[in-house]
């Protein structure tokens, strides 16, 4: 058994398991970068909603200032 593989023996053997695992990341990674490529219009959305927050700070801080003068 010292030395065999799955596919077989020899050198051809371990160049098929290589092959075999490197295809099984391409596939693993291929499908990571297309789910994470929908995400762009999350990270969209989120950057507009930081941006309306901070917009919401400035007008609180504003009426807070008016309502210290009166």
């Known amino acids: ?3 065999s593989s799955m596919y077989g023996y020899g050198i051809w053997g371990l160049l098929l398991n290589i092959l075999l695992v490197l295809v099984i990341v ?5 499908l990571l970068n297309r ?8 990270n969209e959305r989120l950057a507009r ?5 901070e917009d919401i700070k400035k007008m609180v801080e504003d009426i807070k200032e008016k309502l210290d003068e009166i």
């Open 35 to 42: 789910s994470s490529s929908g995400s762009s219009g999350d």
């Open 1 to 3: 058994m010292m030395g």
């Open 26 to 30: 391409w596939v693993t990674v291929t």
């Open 49 to 53: 909603v930081e941006k309306d927050v």
